[in-house]
């Protein structure tokens, strides 16, 4: 089975990632608009919280 996360707030992704198997995170914009922050700011810090290559980016 694999475990994705749905949600944007990157605090809660590194406390779960460490417990947890995740294999990702899922996101739209209504979810990363309750995190108050630029997309731009929230996918780099998701990814980094999850040691996901930087590919995973939209370019």
């Known amino acids: 089975m694999e ?3 749905d949600s944007a707030d990157v605090t809660a992704v590194k406390r779960l990632a460490r417990v947890l ?3 990702g ?3 739209n914009p209504s979810i990363v608009a309750k995190e ?3 997309l ?3 996918l780099p810090a998701l990814r980094d919280a ?3 290559p930087a590919s995973c980016l939209p370019r």
Do not use: F, R
Request: hydrophobic fraction near 45%; aromatic fraction near 12%.
């Open 40 to 42: 731009w700011e929230v």
């Open 21 to 23: 198997p995740l294999q």
């Open 50 to 52: 999850l040691g996901a």
């Open 3 to 5: 475990i994705y996360l």
């Open 25 to 27: 995170v899922t996101t």
């Open 36 to 38: 108050g922050k630029p």
